[in-house]
């Protein structure tokens, strides 16, 4: 991740073929072979798949379309062939122009991916031809190869599948800050966890399980309850027909340690107030402004208008946190970034995380994917690949 | 702590002589034997030193009565003669009518003390005569001799002085919360102390030092920076002569980990401000409002003005922290609370940590007392002690 420009200049470096393939046409590219020529060839013009945001919007704003051009890894870059990408809530906020880490359109999106290195570029000795990596990134994963600084990558643990390794970064770094840094998550304590089947759901649970007796709160729609009881959640609860406060404060009158709040507005709130003595608040999202598929102003307004707000005077005498984190904003940020990542492929290492994958779409089946995102229907992960045989639309749900 | 009722209570069960003994005559009934007979006869009525908070005001509001009545302790109680009482910054704030965890004058201030138990209600195991003791309580410990429950004292460990014992739980407790709970301080971590020679400072320095390898940040008048720099302080800052972020930024140009601010007003939002990503503020307190004896409105539109105010969305883009801590708020805690004493009391008989007392005042001294912390003349603590004879003034500095 390495600023506006560099992702502006990954756009400028290809020569885009603007003619947007529709969904049928794009299953007759899909039956091509795949180009596997560029790693002979790179000083050459190549084609690859690439996801585009067109402009901002409903499902349909991203496309796939095919660019041609040079994809040569510069000083210090290597040139990853993508198996995998991860989707985010913050990729769905900037279709809708609600997430301004997102270049402006014509952009590719995507955070995260996992892939294989094909080509070094000058100076690389820690990487080389065929490691498996996960990469992370400001912007532009959504596309078959990818050019990025070594430092953006991180080798796979054996074993581990490449719908794993795109399901990893985003979301584990995401809860493993949250919990361990903000959150100082110690044993005996308790959490809320929102949204506890979503991708940081999923991350979060698993992550309070390394630390003793933490008893998790966690909501979901009632179909989910099985899926993430199983996953870690001690209590369960259906935020569709439940008031969660009240579930909450009958079996814990005094309220939780630590709430995590991806949703803000006036849930924000409910969390701050939700709160034990010493107790943290660590907002992380506002998908409550996420009611469809374009930008709504009514939400906009409304979670607006019930933003969560406080002085230093109402903060003393409370005798709380409220801690904002958003890992697209720690761009700049690699070396600590980098570091908790580690901690958590040692935790899959020794087999105290594994990610769930909800569903593996492929590149042309983006609409659908966000659409599985954005709806809640996913139980972990939604992972995008480019190949169009990986059509194993929802694995388990 | 046992809430305000308890505080009127104990107010109610003895009838105060009202006239204010003046200084003068108060060494006159200093030198008079100190009543000796409670123990032996509790059920009668006993005379005792006790300072009384007549109105909010400057200096010569808070006086020294000479109380007369039944002290007897309840069930669940003990009766603890006095030796040493703590000064706090939320004693200062109360004689001005700015802290509304005091109770209503009259009312005797004073949130610790240590002593000697004299005396055991009914039911009392773990405590027995002649047991040094730390006390805490909401209010009330400025007085010659004190009843609170159990709950509310600890046992001093082997050769620590009572003067000691009363410096350390509200500056040690509220430096450790903020420090371990809030702050989360790790190795290779640095941080801003505020006024660094105060109660709170002299501990956080103390206690930063139990981590590997932080950088403090520590400000206080040049006059003191030898002292502050013996306890640990690894760059002085005189904020009367230096602007404190432009000391910060030459040396550190992203920030530091951790502020603990005791300022409040335009303060806060300069320590928000120079906070690295994931940075934590801890705002513990407004000494910005204490410009004078009296409340000073002026000071205090001031301060309200520049209070520092976030909404969730630009915490959420911030990845920072912002956290309030007030020891004072904390009296249904006693749990939480004891438990970190403990923790304090180890770090003490391993030579961790060392109270360091700034200077000792007899009762009817007081309003120096009360002068040497406001004015900002301390080194570390200042104590107050029920006996006339203890008046070694300022042991350093």
Not at 92 to 114: A, F, H, I, K, N
Request: with cysteine; proline share 5%; aromatic share 6%.
């Amino acid at each position: 991740m390495s600023g506006e420009e560099e992702a502006a200049a990954q756009q400028q470096k290809t020569e885009e073929q603007k003619q947007d393939t529709k969904p049928e046409e794009d299953k007759q590219n899909e039956q091509q072979p795949p180009p596997a020529q560029e790693a002979e060839k790179p000083q050459n013009e190549v084609s690859y798949k690439s996801l585009v945001l067109s402009g901002y919007g409903g499902y349909d704003k991203v496309k796939l379309q095919v660019k041609k051009g040079e994809l040569v890894p510069k000083t210090g870059e290597v040139l990853v062939r993508v198996k995998a990408c991860g989707l985010n809530f913050a990729d769905l906020m900037g279709r809708q122009g609600l997430y301004d880490r997102l270049p402006s359109p014509p952009v590719t999106p995507g955070m995260e991916c996992s892939g294989i290195v094909e080509a070094l570029g000058e100076g690389v000795t820690d990487r080389k031809l065929g490691d498996k990596v996960i990469v992370m990134n400001r912007a532009g994963m959504w596309q078959e190869v990818v050019t990025v600084l070594t430092s953006h990558t991180f080798l796979m643990p054996e074993g581990m599948t490449f719908e794993e390794a795109a399901a990893i970064p985003v979301n584990y770094i995401t809860a493993y800050m949250m919990l361990f840094d903000f959150g100082n998550l110690r044993p005996n304590q308790s959490i809320l966890i929102h949204m506890a089947a979503g991708g940081v759901g999923i991350a979060a649970t698993q992550l309070c399980q390394t630390v003793k007796d933490v008893t998790i709160f966690g909501t979901s729609s009632a179909s989910k309850h099985d899926a993430i009881k199983e996953n870690g959640v001690t209590h369960t609860i259906d935020y569709r027909t439940m008031d969660y406060v009240d579930e909450i404060r009958k079996l814990s009158p005094k309220g939780v340690d630590i709430v995590l709040d991806p949703l803000g507005g006036s849930d924000t709130c409910k969390a701050f107030n939700l709160l034990k003595p010493m107790g943290k608040l660590i907002a992380y999202g506002a998908a409550n402004l996420l009611t469809g598929q374009k930008k709504n102003l009514m939400a906009l307004a409304k979670t607006w208008w019930n933003q969560f707000s406080i002085n230093a005077m109402q903060l003393l005498q409370s005798n709380k946190a409220v801690c904002g984190y958003h890992l697209g904003y720690l761009d700049e940020e690699m070396e600590l970034v980098g570091g908790v990542l580690s901690k958590i492929l040692d935790l899959y290492k020794q087999g105290k995380i594994k990610p769930r994958v909800d569903s593996v779409w492929p590149f042309q089946q983006v609409g659908d994917a966000m659409r599985q995102m954005q709806e809640r229907k996913n139980i972990g992960k939604v992972i995008l690949v480019p190949e169009a045989e990986k059509e194993e639309k929802k694995e388990e749900n």
